[in-house]
């Protein structure tokens, strides 16, 4: 039997696929790009916008963002750059990999920014204040309008599998409305794709028993399993 046939056994977690694992990474047997791409596709389609460039928020939304333009034939460009001499030092891989919501320092591209209409693909929101940082961010760049895409359904149940998760009241979407969210987050329009969506993006027989979603829907399984990487290039 192969590990993707035992793995079958208990619920996978759906997070890997949105953040915590690598994107060059193979989980549970199915490509993490793969789904971060074809994500991005489905949410093109349940939240259709009109823009001028669609940017992610580096580095986890990179893939899911490609989807999006491509489904959307909106431009793609890097409107946000991650500073890869801040954080390292502060922040330990086994953190940043393991925590939610946890994002290395950003700076904006003005000259891709100034005066457009941005897509913003982001792989999911937590607390909402990261967010809000990054809207500002883009916003101060001269952005004419913000659309914030997200990869990730609302997360409104704390992970209790060993994820370092917020408390219940510190997720945005536990308490407050998508619209409530947008004006928080201070973007022009907000949408998540749906969890049908996401689980539909793995590809895979059998979705809704194959993995854990428990932090959207509060369905705690028996059986979670996670971070099983069974390919990882150097
Ligand atoms: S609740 Fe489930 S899907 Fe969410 S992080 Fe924990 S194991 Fe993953």
């Given at each position: 039997?192969?590990?993707a ?12 696929h ?16 793969e ?10 389609q ?30 793609f460009?890097?409107?946000l750059?991650?500073?890869h001499?801040v ?20 700076s ?16 999911s ?29 609302p ?5 209790f ?40 993006s793995?590809?895979c027989e059998?979705p ?19 971070t099983?990487?069974?390919?990882v290039?150097?």
């Amino acid at each position: 039997m192969s590990s993707a046939d035992d793995a079958k056994k208990c619920s996978q977690c759906i997070f890997e696929h949105v953040y915590f694992a690598r994107p060059d990474s193979n989980m549970f047997g199915f490509s993490v790009y793969e789904t971060r791409v074809r994500s991005g596709r489905i949410l093109a389609q349940e939240h259709p916008v009109q823009g001028d460039v669609v940017i992610p928020v580096p580095d986890s939304g990179i893939a899911t963002a490609i989807g999006f333009s491509e489904q959307s034939g909106i431009p793609f460009a890097m409107g946000l750059i991650r500073s890869h001499y801040v954080g390292r030092t502060f922040i330990e891989p086994s953190q940043s990999i393991r925590s939610f919501g946890v994002k290395l320092k950003l700076s904006p591209v003005a000259d891709i920014l100034r005066g457009k209409s941005v897509v913003v693909v982001d792989d999911s929101l937590v607390r909402g204040t990261t967010s809000r940082k990054i809207m500002e961010m883009i916003r101060g760049a001269g952005a004419r309008e913000i659309h914030l895409r997200i990869g990730a359904p609302p997360v409104t149940h704390s992970c209790f599998y060993g994820i370092d998760t917020p408390t219940r009241e510190e997720l945005i979407a536990s308490s407050k409305s998508v619209e409530e969210t947008a004006r928080f987050v201070m973007c022009d329009t907000l949408g998540y794709i749906s969890r049908e969506g996401l689980l539909r993006s793995v590809n895979c027989e059998n979705p809704k028993e194959r993995f854990c979603t428990a932090c959207f829907d509060g369905n705690y399984p028996e059986n979670p399993l996670m971070t099983v990487p069974l390919a990882v290039p150097d």
